[in-house]
């Protein structure tokens, strides 16, 4: 599986920013795609996901701010993030979990990684 995000930059408080990612190689049918970001001395934390079926998990941190979208016809994940904040100021990475039926078992893939920069 490979991940290509594309989007980020350097963008002021209050303003907006879409991130994109497509996924490609072995896709689970049962799987989620979503976004995880990583600040300098924290640890990677969930920003939103989003399952095969359309189920949602937002972090309460951007909850009302950003929203996740996908398309499974073309494998491809969004993040809009609007009212950005100086704390959303971080990495963010693309993920997928497939989900194998017969096990639960899961499987992740991480993109590479585009900065997203919200500064004055």
């Known amino acids: 599986v490979q991940l290509q995000a594309s989007g980020g930059g350097l963008v002021q408080p209050g303003g907006s920013l879409r991130l994109s990612c497509a996924a490609s190689?072995?896709?689970?049918?049962?799987?989620?795609m979503g976004w995880y970001r990583q600040a300098p001395g924290k640890q990677r934390e969930l920003v939103p996901t989003?399952?095969?079926?359309?189920?949602?998990n937002y972090a309460d941190s951007v909850q009302g701010r950003f929203t996740i979208s996908r398309d499974n016809t073309k494998n491809t994940v969004s993040l809009q993030m609007n009212s950005l904040k100086p704390e959303d100021t971080a990495v963010y990475y693309c993920?997928?979990?497939?989900?194998?039926?017969?096990?639960?078992?899961?499987?992740?893939?991480w993109g590479q990684g585009t900065l997203v920069t919200v500064s004055s």
């Open positions: 989003m399952s095969a079926s359309g189920s949602t």
């Open positions: 190689g072995s896709i689970f049918s049962i799987n989620t």
């Open positions: 993920n997928l979990r497939n989900r194998l039926a017969t096990s639960n078992r899961e499987y992740d893939y």
